[in-house]
Nanobody, 124 residues
Framework: QVQLVESGGDSVQAGASLRLSCEFS????????MGWFRRAPGKGREFVAG????????LYGDAVKGRFFISRDNNKKMAHLQMNSLRTDDTATYYC?????????????????WGQGTLVTVSE
């Protein structure tokens, strides 16, 4: 059983930075690729970033490339999303995702585990 708990969401002004964290509970963290998705009000869930088990492969959604950076700490069983130069259209609930796979996928899979989400609000 995998449990994911996100933290770090906040209300900030455009241009600010935030760091989201995801705490993984369960066995074999290193067997999972980790990702972040987001859902903006009235929209579907969107892929943000993903990292494979050894951080050798990292993928980003087009909307966040160059501004957001994903990382993972296999010793602490944590994944992070550093978000810089935040814009109003980054406002969303951000979800941590874990997939039992050594390969990172830029999209949802049937075997995904999800956290409850953390809200990021960006205002002008």
């Amino acid at each position: 059983q995998v449990q994911l708990v996100e933290s770090g969401g906040d209300s900030v002004q455009a241009g600010a930075s935030l760091r989201l964290s995801c705490e993984f509970s369960g066995r074999s963290f290193i067997s999972y690729s980790m990702g972040w998705f987001r859902r903006a009000p009235g929209k579907g869930r969107e892929f943000v970033a993903g990292v494979n088990y050894n951080s050798g492969t990292i993928l980003y959604g087009d909307a966040v490339k160059g501004r957001f950076f994903i990382s993972r700490d296999n010793n602490k069983k944590m994944a992070h999303l550093q978000m810089n130069s935040l814009r109003t259209d980054d406002t969303a609930t951000y979800y941590c995702e874990a997939l039992l796979s050594t390969v990172v996928v830029a999209g949802e899979e049937d075997g995904d585990d999800w956290g409850q989400g953390t809200l990021v609000t960006v205002s002008e």
